[in-house]
């Protein structure tokens, strides 16, 4: 499904005419976020914009070579920050239409939401923004605003090329998803030809595990527990444990992901537990087992094969409540 001529044209408004932008993603900014954010922020820095990038969640170690030559990414601090969002003419949110996904940046945004362009492929949840680009069915936000900016006839420069590519390439578990389209790999054979190194990059974020993360992946493997007949893995990242091996600011999504590769689970999740208590859970699937419709009973959401919820719950109330739908989902 491509984008409709409308919706670049929106695009093309919310940029044209305006001099000042921040872009800004969801909390805990993945591959598919931060290759989105710098596509975004490079093709208006071309066009002679002033942007900055603001984020709630720093950049992880993995993805740091994303914002390479690019303007910085800054954390958000609200003493210095929320004047800064108020002033600028537009603000682009990428990858995240769902304000609870915006961790402490949530209140300042929602301020100014009337002024807020969102480029998600999500499904929509409460999305209060003055326009939207979204398309549930993209593989990645990263496709869309490739789509957008290749629209526009602009030539992308290498670090976009390989921003794009590494936000189509995570979010399909490169490639191997369902969700990758015949229009992704279309994305990812211009972006080949236009010099992007896919080995290279492979290696850069899969192939540089920290030793806190591998502590932390044995720590979810020791305690993996099945369930629902045996079509649903789980595991339990503890506080306590994620703060003893130093793991806080590790990205664990490739330890569920992993975990679907035990031979007859259907279903994996993930909880884990942030240090202000709030419980995160990741959820994977395989095939038309839909986890988004899961998370949704929960406030989360995501796609049919990967979702996640956040919590204010208790730690045990939610394994409790979100494996009670696990298995009423794989029973059917």
Avoid at 162 to 189: C, I, K, M, P, Q
Avoid at 219 to 225: D, E, I, K, M, P
Avoid at 279 to 292: I, P, Q, T, Y
Wanted: negative net charge; charged residues 25%.
């Amino acid at each position: 499904m491509q984008l409709t001529p409308e919706q670049h044209d929106r695009f093309a408004a919310n940029c044209d005419g305006h001099e000042s932008f921040v872009v800004t993603t969801h909390m805990k900014p993945d591959g598919d976020a931060l290759g989105s954010q710098i596509a975004v922020a490079r093709y208006l820095v071309s066009q002679g914009k002033t942007v900055r990038l603001i984020n709630g969640d720093p950049t992880p170690d993995l993805l740091a070579f994303v914002t390479h030559d690019s303007p910085p990414i800054e954390v958000y601090d609200s003493r210095h920050h929320d004047d800064v969002i108020r002033d600028v003419d537009r603000v682009i949110l990428v990858d995240n239409s769902a304000p609870d996904r915006l961790g402490s940046m949530e209140p300042v945004l929602l301020s100014v939401a009337a002024k807020t362009l969102c480029i998600d492929h999500h499904p929509t949840r409460e999305a209060p923004w003055a326009d939207n680009i979204l398309q549930v069915g993209a593989s990645a936000t990263a496709v869309l605003v490739w789509d957008l900016l290749r629209n526009r006839g602009w030539e992308p420069d290498a670090r976009t090329c390989d921003a794009v590519f590494v936000g189509l390439a995570t979010d399909t578990g490169f490639f191997r998803f369902n969700s990758a389209s015949a229009h992704a790999h279309r994305v990812a054979a211009e972006l080949l030809d236009r010099g992007v190194h896919n080995g290279t990059i492979y290696r850069r974020i899969y192939e540089r595990t920290s030793e806190a993360f591998t502590r932390l992946l044995g720590h979810a493997l020791v305690g993996l527990q099945i369930d629902g007949g045996g079509r649903i893995a789980f595991v339990e990242l503890r506080r306590d444990k994620i703060a003893e091996v130093g793991a806080e600011n590790e990205d664990t999504g490739e330890i569920v992901t992993s975990l679907l590769a035990i031979d007859g689970v259907d279903v994996v999740l993930m909880f884990r537990e942030f240090p202000d208590a709030r419980v995160k859970v990741s959820l994977r699937s395989k095939g038309k087992l839909d986890v988004h419709g899961l998370a949704s009973c929960f406030g989360g959401g995501g796609h049919r094969n990967a979702s996640g919820i956040v919590s204010t719950e208790p730690f045990e109330a939610v394994v409790e409540n979100v494996l009670k739908k696990a298995r009423e989902l794989v029973a059917g």
